[in-house]
């Protein structure tokens, strides 16, 4: 080697700083890159993606063949940088005292710490084109690194670790929302709220959008026939329970439509009436609103009846309902409403005890408490643990409540101002 000129042992060590440095970003880019992006351009026809996700596919012989690599092109260029030294300086102690530093920093800095963080910033932009280099290295070299990764997946599986393809990335629902929230411009905020709306739907039971029995609107069969014609033509909903006396003898749902086809033809009679009935569709109290989803579609109905472990009817459910808490609200009157809640010039709302807490807060942008209570009503009431008489006071995470109007064993009307600092609870007074 004494007779290679100090031009080609510069041009030497030039050529493996920048084979190292690429070996190591390579190796931080690949580990970098979004999978599911990664699946999705290689899905597309992406060359350089699908190289780097087959590559991916099995980690042990891509780091093998990098690894291989790049401790090969180090280990030349620490002996070529010790020769050129020497070429130039001699034998001495200081000689190879300054190699040695030469080593150091043209390692650390020109083939490791710069290369890998502009490979951990732009990971793409340097896996893919590397990934048309290492694909056939592996091929080239495979018996060498089959035999490395042999030794070195022995050794693990002694420890207990089993090597094997990698499996799909999955992702939880946590993780997934924070995608979507950090997906900024991308996804429009009206999109990002339907699909975190979405998401919540399985943390959302039936109970917690149903109409209350006591605000459901049936027909009563055996109410006067002028009565039952009247009400059936002065509803505002499609689709009415059917009973006998009470919500306790419920014999089905009729379609409003169906019922005023019958009465334009003139067919109309309570014998026809009863023909119209279609059987009642239950639904178990604490359904999730996303399974209750797939139930509708597979039962191929839109309404039904809640009940409790014991059979009692708690309230009523539509598809329009579910659909409402992933787009927003759709209806011009509904229970919870804006009927429901009136606002004042001081900054406080008359708010009806039967108005749902998630309604409120997601009309109003408060923060009451969903836990234990539904409803308003039964919020005060819970935290109180007592009827409350009309004009007592209330602090409720930071709300201060006032009973304007109560009858028998429920709230009617309370005034709810939020308060200048949320979050402080108050013992209730009475005024």
Do not use: C
């Amino acid at each position: 080697m004494a007779d290679i000129s100090l031009g080609v042992l510069i041009g030497a060590l030039v050529f493996l700083v920048f084979l190292s440095a690429f070996f190591s970003a390579a190796e931080i880019a690949m580990v970098s890159l979004n999978r599911h992006r990664l699946r999705h351009l290689s899905a597309s026809g992406h060359g350089g993606a699908r190289i780097a996700e087959r590559l991916l596919a099995r980690p042990d012989r891509l780091i093998g063949v990098i690894l291989l690599g790049s401790n090969s092109v180090n280990a030349l260029f620490s002996v070529l940088t010790t020769f050129t030294v020497i070429h130039l300086w001699g034998e001495e102690e200081s000689a190879i005292g300054i190699a040695t530093v030469i080593i150091t920093l043209a390692i650390l800095i020109l083939t490791d710490l710069a290369p890998k963080t502009l490979a951990a910033l732009h990971p793409e932009r340097i896996a893919f084109p590397s990934a048309f280099v290492l694909r056939p290295m592996l091929w080239i070299i495979y018996p060498v690194v089959w035999v490395i990764n042999g030794m070195a997946n022995g050794l693990l599986r002694l420890v207990g670790v089993r090597v094997q393809a990698r499996s799909v990335d999955q992702v939880s629902p946590e993780e997934l929302r924070a995608i979507i929230m950090e997906a900024g411009m991308l996804i429009p905020e009206s999109h990002q709220d339907m699909l975190l709306a979405i998401l919540d739907l399985e943390k959302v039971a039936v109970d917690d959008v149903m109409v209350p029995r006591g605000k459901i609107e049936g027909v009563d069969l055996d109410a006067e026939w002028d009565e039952i014609v009247n009400q059936i033509t002065s509803s505002r909903y499609t689709r009415l329970p059917v009973y006998r006396g009470s919500l306790d003898n419920v014999t089905g749902m009729i379609h409003v439509r169906r019922v005023l086809n019958l009465m334009r033809q003139g067919r109309l009679d309570k014998e026809t009436l009863e023909q119209a009935i279609v059987e009642p569709y239950f639904i178990p109290s604490g359904t999730t609103l996303n399974t209750q989803l797939l139930n509708f579609r597979q039962v191929k109905r839109r309404v039904g009846l809640v009940v409790d472990e014991y059979g009692d009817i708690q309230g009523l459910v539509s598809l329009d309902e579910i659909l409402e808490e992933i787009v927003g609200d759709f209806t011009t009157q509904a229970i919870g409403r804006i009927d429901d809640i009136h606002p004042e010039s001081d900054g406080s709302y008359l708010v009806r005890g039967a108005v749902s807490l998630r309604d409120l807060n997601r009309q109003l942008g408060w923060d009451l408490p969903t836990d234990e209570s539904r409803t308003l009503n039964g919020l005060i009431v819970e935290y109180l643990e007592d009827i409350p008489e009309p004009g007592t006071s209330l602090m409720i995470h930071g709300y201060q409540v006032e009973i304007l109007r109560a009858r028998g064993t429920a709230i009617e009307i309370a005034r709810v101002r939020p308060a200048a600092t949320p979050g402080d609870a108050g013992e209730p007074s009475s005024s």
